[in-house]
């Protein structure tokens, strides 16, 4: 079965669960009405099913590769990134000024899992852009704007962020690239980047990196890190890609997965750069950049998950295997692949909608700057982020699981949605980092935005009751446990309990998020298929947030009740 867009899917949550019409209802986003972004889905659909997909595999067999200091990407990226490019895919929530569409970051968010679904590796480029786009749009100076932005969202050049080094890794306040002032406005930047993605590719005039580096005297930590723009060619005075610039590929890294995204291990030699932002603000510069990527690679998460779905339903819809109660004969009228079948598809429902929210809340920040909405935003991102990319490794993994024997084998390619994932719980800060983010600086409110959340929860849990009353009141009491546990969280002065229990906190919350937003669709299609996937979500996924609240209140004090040295025993 070839792969299929879930457009219907977008559509059914715009229209009863995340809320799009709010945004619509703006000043901002008023030209996003139905039949615009029905259009759009459609036609991304289209690019996803004819273009992307037939590169899943071609990627994954014939990685990028470094040649003579060039990278060389896959057989066919060089065309798809054309078609995305030329599709005007990637300024879609870019500022119309300069050529971007000026969309909702939710119908983009809807975009760019389908992309990820397609074909994740190829899908990281575009995405890069749109993270630096957005980075230069808020902190670069009308100079930088005018240059780069035409050319970043046309995609005639491509973005990247420059972070890690070899010894700073999360760690960012660690890193020890240098900054120089020319004297002209400009800086020379000296130092080693590595996970570079996209680093550099062999189908765009140019590459644009955004560089963490330190200018002399700079505080220690992230304090005294600035930002700066770092083309592969620096400009000549018509615009264009010029000279070479002082930076190069060094190598590429050896991965698990994503072989056809080349990641890079940059070297910069005095190369030349331009500030953005503030001296010593690199950080919040960044993070702008950053907060876009984490929506979007829960997005991929999401989308691979998608993909390993579509992958493992035709498997288990032709495999003939065992004697089957069923009327197909194969595989998928055995009790346990239809558990496992079931599991994935009512989990990727409740991570896409999770993801969807919070684009909605950033479209509703964006649009009426109202500081509610902001932090609802701020609280929901790590959550999109991590529960994401959960679902994104627990689908592929029971994909593999599903083609039995036959998935541990290469040429069936549903190993390939597994490793390509996984990273996606590493990069853009980890998962762990995501929780930890959740339980500190995002309730130092005092948990008013989760509770905000919850009051939204139980609302509609109670308008439910006439309809749904068993499903109803499952979702309101995991509201009221996930209450308790929030304050109890808030309670702690050692930051280390809450810490202890952030993982299990987050997967709970993204559990009850989830029966809430199943809910939502029971009430909006009773009787249908989506009444039917909410209720074995909330029958038998949903009181997983039991043992996870239970974990989330331990405190900290048995995870180190071993030694070191009992550790090691």
Known sequence: MPFRAPVDDYRFLFDHVVGLEKVVATDRFEEATDDVTS?????????CEDIMAPLQRPGDLHPARLENGVVRTSPGYSDGYKAIAEGGWIGMSADPEYGGMGLPMTVTTAVNEM????????QLAPLMSQGQIEALEHHASDAIKELYLPKLISGEWT????????????????????AEDNGDG????SGQKIYISWGDNDFTDNVCHLVLARLPGAPAGTKGISLFLVPRNIPDEQGNAGVANSLKVVSLEHKMGLHGSPTCVMQYDNAKGWMVGAEGGGMAAMFTMMNNARLGVGGQGVGAAEGAYQHALAYALDRKQGK????????????DVRRMLMGMKADIFAARAIALSCAVAIDMTTATGDAEWKARAAFLTPIAKAFGTEVGMNVSHEGVQIH????????????QYSRDVRVTAIYEG???IQAMDLVARKMMDGGEAANRLLDEIEENAEAARASHPDLAEAVWQASESLREATDWLVGQGDLQNRFAGAVPYLKAFARVLGGHVHLMAAMADAGGAREKLARFYIQRLLPEHVGLLAHAQAGAEDLYALSVDELAA
């Open 39 to 47: 259009a759009i889905l459609t036609e991304a659909g289209k690019l």
């Open 115 to 122: 992309m990820s679904a397609a074909c994740l590796s190829l």
């Open 159 to 178: 973005g990247t962020m420059n972070l890690t080094e070899p010894q700073a890794g999360s760690d960012v306040g660690a890193l020890t690239s240098k």
């Open 186 to 189: 400009t800086y020379s930047i």
């Open 324 to 335: 089957t109660a069923g009327p197909t004969g194969t595989i998928v009228d055995h009790a």
């Open 404 to 415: 039995g024997g036959m998935g541990f084998v290469e040429e069936t390619g549903a190993a």
């Open 430 to 432: 980890t998962n762990g």
